[in-house]
């Protein structure tokens, strides 16, 4: 007899009351498509990030009601990391899925992973958005720069597009988790542990409801983890700049010279030399905050403390195995 396959669904929840309940009608109709199917089992591990409205009120409603709901609540807000790594750290099925609860991952495609994953090697099938219909001009354009960007000084390859939403086996799930670090980029931590990715494009989609939880000033500071996590040329861009500044103030201080033996010193000037002390400060305090930032997530390193803490947890795969020993 075939052993029956089981899949984690992991979603991310920060204040989703709203989209939850069309999300979950979405998901149960996969289920129920897989299920008669492929005859696969699903769990639905709901990570609530410190809400401030009735999504975990919700998710205690339909956890009860659902055999397949399970949910994990933070004592506060961890971010979306954070609630990844946690879903992937109680997940017990065989495929793992990470999909955001917005819709704008389309649930159907988890039936195309899933047979794309029985019948070829892949270990990973993951989704790229191909457009970014909906989104403003220049959020569309430093998403584009930081894809760009991030592939020309780092090691990983990181497609450009990617999005979270991914099947994974078990094997690459355990490989994941096997990344303890407190500074998370998961983008680049699916790309980084390595394994077969087959890539499945689609069309950019909105929120079915609720509002986006990303704001332009928030997805800057993820691209600049992003970049701090996998990749240390900032560091040598800096070491460079003062390089360069070096050799020009050398070479200006032989021009000085020539010029004071050739035309005699006039005193003159103050504005442009007001300017350059200014650029140069600038240029060195950029140098010293690179350096900074890389000391300051070698200091959050280093305390280990934990991604995340619980609040509340029901998790009935978790029930189950405790029961069986």
């Known amino acids: 007899m075939q052993k029956q396959d089981k899949i984690s669904i992991i979603v991310p929840c920060h204040n989703e009351e709203e989209v939850l309940p069309l999300f979950l009608k979405e998901i149960e109709k996969i289920y129920e498509v897989m299920h008669v199917k492929h005859n696969v089992e699903m769990e639905y591990l709901f990570v609530d990030d410190g809400s401030a409205d009735r999504t975990l009120m919700f998710l205690r409603e339909q956890e009860a009601e659902n055999p397949r709901v399970n949910y994990l609540s933070f004592s506060r807000n961890f971010g979306k990391e954070a609630a990844m790594f946690a879903g992937l750290e109680k997940a017990s099925g065989d495929y793992v899925v990470i999909i955001d609860a917005d819709l704008q991952d389309p649930p159907e495609l988890i039936i195309e992973m899933y047979e794309t994953l029985q019948t070829t090697d892949y270990d990973c099938v993951a ?3 191909v457009s970014r219909k909906g989104e403003s001009k220049i959020r569309s354009f430093f998403a584009r720069m930081f894809y760009k960007v991030i592939r020309k000084i780092s090691k990983v390859n990181i497609m450009d597009g990617a999005r979270d939403f991914r099947m994974m086996t078990r094997q690459m799930t355990d490989a994941v ?3 303890r670090e407190y500074n998370r980029f998961s983008k680049g931590i699916f790309a980084w542990v390595g394994f077969n990715t087959k890539w499945i494009p689609f069309e950019n989609r909105n929120r079915e409801a609720g ?4 704001s332009f000033w ?4 993820y691209a600049i983890d992003g970049i701090l996590a996998f990749s240390t040329a900032p560091l040598a861009l800096s070491a460079i700049l003062g390089l360069v500044f070096c050799v020009i103030a050398i070479i200006m201080i032989f021009v000085i010279i020539w010029k004071t033996l ?3 010193d006039k005193v003159a000037g103050w504005p442009s030399l007001a300017c350059i002390l200014c650029f140069t400060a600038g240029i060195s305090m950029f140098c010293n905050g690179v350096i900074g930032l890389y000391v300051s997530k070698t200091y959050s390193e280093v ?3 934990p991604q995340y803490i619980l609040k509340d947890e029901k ?3 978790q029930q189950k195995s405790l029961s069986e020993k």
């Open 211 to 214: 509002t986006t939880k990303w």
């Open 177 to 179: 988790l096997s990344l």
């Open 315 to 317: 998790v009935k795969s």
């Open 218 to 221: 928030g997805l800057l500071v």
């Open 127 to 129: 989704s790229r958005r």
């Open 262 to 264: 050739a035309f005699g």
């Open 303 to 305: 305390k280990g403390r």
